[in-house]
């Protein structure tokens, strides 16, 4: 069953609307958003390949964190307290 979706491209400043017509995790077309009030309907090429960017086997699906022995997964949870945790001990060393 086909299904459309509403967002914004996010490669650029622009903020071009989108709309992605997906089947599921199957994306099917890309299109510029008519009813988007800054873009009207227009998008450069780079949306349309943002379908690659979201099927590439190497794209990070999961946070990881680099450890002494390589690129460990970890949840989201953990990724933002470690997150919140060294941003503050930076705010406090400076
Ligand atoms: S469609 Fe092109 S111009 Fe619009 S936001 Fe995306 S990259 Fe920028």
Redesign the pocket.
Known sequence: MKHLHYHT?N??E???GIEIEHCGDDIQAIRGDKADPF?RGH??P??VALQDLHNDPDRLRHPVKRTADGWVPISWDEALEETAQRLHAIQQEH
């Open positions: 491209c490669l650029c622009a903020m071009c873009s998008i450069c780079k949306a």
